[in-house]
């Protein structure tokens, strides 16, 4: 029981913070219709400034500037690169295709800077543990659910509350409408960036923190793990995108957990169970699980 208590709660941990990662695709996804597949390279950046910059700044101070320049570049590769010659200038597959070259090109320069090495982010939980109840956590998971739960609410109020969430709805039902109506297409995608930017670089602490070595140059390839989640949610639910993570992390977990008991199935099962999931639910659902059927007139 205290196995599977345990199993349970540190995927709930890694789905808060796959959410953070998912909810930057679909965030970008609804904004501009872009898989960004330079997000990986993203948190990278983030979690790597934050690692450099702690012993200068406090890990407080680091982060902030990690998220702030994470977010920047982010908004930055979408307004002077991306929209290059106006927002319809390229398509979205035109578009996508860049980010992954924009991803190599970011993942090169920092595994080169990273090399072999573990690098510690500084933050301040560091490998201390605490108990709740039969089960022994770090404190670092309880970090992470508590602090994604606050950021996820924060996203979710923006959605809901403020005028560029308004705009952002209304440019994802319909383009030429929103326009038409006054709504600046170019800064609410390029500001969706920026958000999106600022969620990987917050995702990477929790990646990158106990039990988790430090932060290493295929930290980043952790994202990946979110792209299921959002599939699996539909691209553009971000209630969804939060139900596809919990659903990649428990599934994580209780394959990492009960690995002796799925050894039938592959010692590197663990690796692909989320994309083994992605592929269930689509067959079931091929617009995933919050997805709608798009209507048509011809």
Not at 2 to 19: C, E, M
Not at 181 to 187: F, I, N, Q, S
Request: net charge negative; charged share 10%.
């Amino acid at each position: 029981m205290t196995t599977l208590l345990d199993t349970l709660f540190n995927g709930l941990a890694l789905g808060a913070v796959y959410a953070l990662v998912a909810l930057g695709f679909v965030i970008i996804f609804k904004a501009s219709g872009v898989m960004n597949f330079a997000h990986g390279s993203l948190l990278l950046l983030g979690g790597y400034l934050t690692a450099v910059l702690h012993d200068d700044l406090g890990f407080a101070g680091a982060l902030a500037v990690s998220v702030l320049a994470t977010a920047a570049l982010a908004g930055v590769m979408d307004r002077f690169l991306l929209q290059a010659g106006g927002p319809d200038q390229h398509g979205a597959h035109v578009q996508t295709i860049v980010t992954i070259g924009v991803d190599i090109l970011i993942l090169t320069d920092l595994s080169r800077r990273i090399g072999g090495d573990l690098l510690s982010l500084g933050d301040p939980w560091g490998d201390s543990v605490s108990g709740l109840g039969p089960v022994t956590v770090a404190d670092s998971r309880i970090a992470a659910i508590v602090v994604s739960g606050v950021v996820i609410a924060g996203v979710f109020a923006l959605f809901r509350y403020t005028s560029w969430g308004l705009s952002l709805r209304a440019a994802a039902e319909d383009v030429e409408a929103a326009s038409l109506m006054g709504v600046r297409l170019v800064r609410i995608r390029m500001l969706a960036w920026c958000l999106a930017g600022a969620l990987a670089a917050l995702a990477a602490v929790f990646l990158a923190a106990f039990p988790a070595p430090g932060l290493e140059r295929t930290t980043g390839q952790i994202a990946l793990k979110a792209f299921p989640a959002a599939i699996l949610g539909g691209m553009a639910s971000p209630p969804g995108a939060l139900a596809g993570s919990l659903l990649i992390g428990m599934t994580e977990a209780l394959v990492a957990g009960y690995q002796s008991d799925l050894r039938v199935l592959g010692e590197g099962f663990g690796d692909v169970a989320p994309y083994a999931v992605m592929v269930l639910v689509l067959l079931v659902r091929p617009t995933g699980l919050f997805g709608g059927k798009a209507a048509i007139r011809v």
